[in-house]
T-cell receptor, first 114, second 115 residues
Framework: DGGITQSPKYLFRKEGQNVTLSCEQN?????MYWYRQDPGQGLRLIYY???????QKGDIAEGYSVSREKKESFPLTVTSAQKNPTAFYLC?????????????FGPGTRLLVL | AQSVTQLGSHVSVSEGALVLLRCNYS??????LFWYVQYPNQGLQLLLK??????LVKGINGFEAEFKKSETSFHLTKPSAHMSDAAEYFC?????????????FGQGTTLQVKP
């Protein structure tokens, strides 16, 4: 059963703590994306990776970091520099091709600050 | 820069009534356009997409959308609303296949369906 998994479903962060959100896909897609969702603001791009060992900043990368060591995995770290981390985080992977172009989304991780 | 505007953050319809969710985009190149649906505390599910083929696109759950280049619009419609259609809907534009594939999202429209 192919798809994208994200874990955990809920994550709690203490002040000054770094936390890592997991994203795994078995769709054999090269490109993966991290979005942040806040109420009333739609989705905003944090980081994206078009190929293993390469990634680029999105529109709101400050306070976040990523790695892409394997094609299947694209973890996101929310660092202590991110002062307002409470949000719903969504990971996606991309199927490419003129008529196939689509991003598929995981179920999301909700990050809350203690 | 590309942008997407969804007119109306909340839309309320009666069960059985027409659903119309509006989306306008700005893009300097022929865009790829998408509609996604999100149920509470879940990820996004693709409803339909326009990728330069037919301008009238049919999607899942009885939804369809028409790409109108002259109006830079991609409005989502469904002839008869069902209670299960209550959700948040997002319109998005992409820079197209072969490029970064980044999606620019509208702010979303919450659809309420009244019995």
């Amino acid at each position: 059963d192919g798809g994208i998994t994200q874990s955990p479903k809920y994550l709690f962060r203490k002040e000054g703590q770094n936390v890592t959100l997991s994203c795994e896909q078995n769709l054999n897609h090269d490109a993966m994306y991290w979005y942040r969702q806040d109420p009333g603001q739609g989705l905003r791009l944090i980081y994206y990776s078009q190929i293993v060992n390469d990634f680029q900043k999105g529109d709101i990368a400050e306070g976040y970091s990523v790695s892409r060591e394997k094609k299947e995995s694209f973890p996101l770290t929310v660092t202590s520099a991110q002062k307002n981390p409470t949000a719903f985080y969504l990971c996606a992977s991309r199927r490419q091709g003129v008529d196939q172009e689509t991003q598929y989304f995981g179920p999301g991780t909700r990050l809350l600050v203690l | 820069a590309q942008s997407v505007t969804q007119l109306g953050s909340h839309v309320s319809v009666s069960e059985g009534a027409l659903v119309l969710l509006r989306c306008n985009y700005s893009s300097s190149v022929p865009p790829y356009l998408f509609w996604y649906v999100q149920y509470p505390n879940q990820g996004l599910q693709l409803l339909l997409k326009y990728t330069s083929a037919a301008t009238l696109v049919k999607g899942i759950n009885g939804f369809e959308a028409e790409f109108k280049k002259s109006e830079t619009s991609f409005h989502l419609t469904k002839p008869s609303a069902h209670m299960s259609d209550a959700a948040e809907y997002f319109c998005a534009v992409s820079d197209g296949s072969g490029n970064t594939g980044k999606l620019i999202f509208g702010q979303g429209t919450t659809l309420q369906v009244k019995p």
